[in-house]
Antibody
Framework: QITLKESGPTLVKPTQTLTLTCTFS??????????VGWIRQPPGKALEWVAI???????RYNWSLQSRLTITKDTSKNQVVLTMTNMDPVDTATYYC??????????WGQGTLVTVSS | EIVLTQSPDTLSLSPGEGATLSCRAS???????LAWYQQKPGQAPRLLIY???SRATGIPDRFSGSGSGTDFTLTISRLEPEDFAVYFC???????????FGPGTKVDI
């Protein structure tokens, strides 16, 4: 059974750095073709891909956010960590982690709502 | 950058009816790189279709996908009460690698 779960703060202040952890089970991030990505969704709006890290260590970022993002993986702990600097109220969203299988995301976490407010 | 548009914004139907949802890309994309998701209120998205026409694990056969180039379609043959949700299409591009989602189509009663 494949599961993913996001953890991190629910409230951050403007200009602070957000750190989110995705803890997964049921698959390995060393398997060919597999990645773990982050996707966010502002309240009532569409999905936006944020970043992804792959089995081979490759990391890719949404070009509009990449100067603020770092994604890392710890295969021994089955975790992927996303950091986003200089948070702004427009970054308020539910952040999902999901398993990437080639060109789509086949398993998703439940999501975590992050609010940016002073 | 490829932009996805979905139509209609909202589709009002009754259980038992069929639904046809459209996803159009601003430029041609590989069919291998087009997916559809279903999202219900308060839930994470669920993968329905990948590679334009392949159903994901556990997805009923009333869901089908088709299309190529710039025009893709998700068809729900007979709506069940649990099918009323928002549907997103998503494409993958490799130069540079990027995942792009459409704005969604809401299917409601």
């Amino acid at each position: 059974q494949i599961t993913l779960k996001e953890s991190g703060p629910t409230l951050v202040k403007p200009t602070q750095t957000l750190t989110l952890t995705c803890t997964f089970s049921g698959f390995s991030l060393t398997t060919f073709g597999v990645g773990v990505g982050w996707i966010r969704q502002p309240p009532g709006k569409a999905l936006e891909w944020v970043a992804i890290t792959y089995w081979d260590g490759d990391q890719r970022y949404n070009w509009s956010l990449q100067s603020r993002l770092t994604i890392t993986k710890d295969t021994s702990k089955n975790q992927v960590v996303l950091t986003m600097t200089n948070m702004d109220p427009v970054d308020t969203a539910t952040y999902y982690c999901a398993r990437g299988k080639w060109a789509s995301f086949d398993y998703w976490g439940q999501g975590t709502l992050v609010t940016v407010s002073s | 950058e490829i932009v996805l548009t979905q139509s209609p914004d909202t589709l009002s139907l009754s259980p038992g009816e069929g639904a046809t949802l459209s996803c159009r890309a601003s430029q041609s994309i590989s069919s291998s790189w087009l997916a559809w998701y279903q999202q219900k209120p308060g839930q994470a998205p669920r993968l329905l279709i990948y590679a334009a026409s392949s159903r994901a694990t556990g997805i009923p056969d009333r869901f089908s996908g088709s299309g190529s180039g710039t025009d893709f379609t998700l068809t729900i043959s007979r709506l069940e009460p649990e099918d009323f949700a928002v549907y997103f299409c998503q494409q993958y591009g490799d130069s540079p690698p990027v995942f792009t989602f459409g704005p969604g189509t809401k299917v409601d009663i």
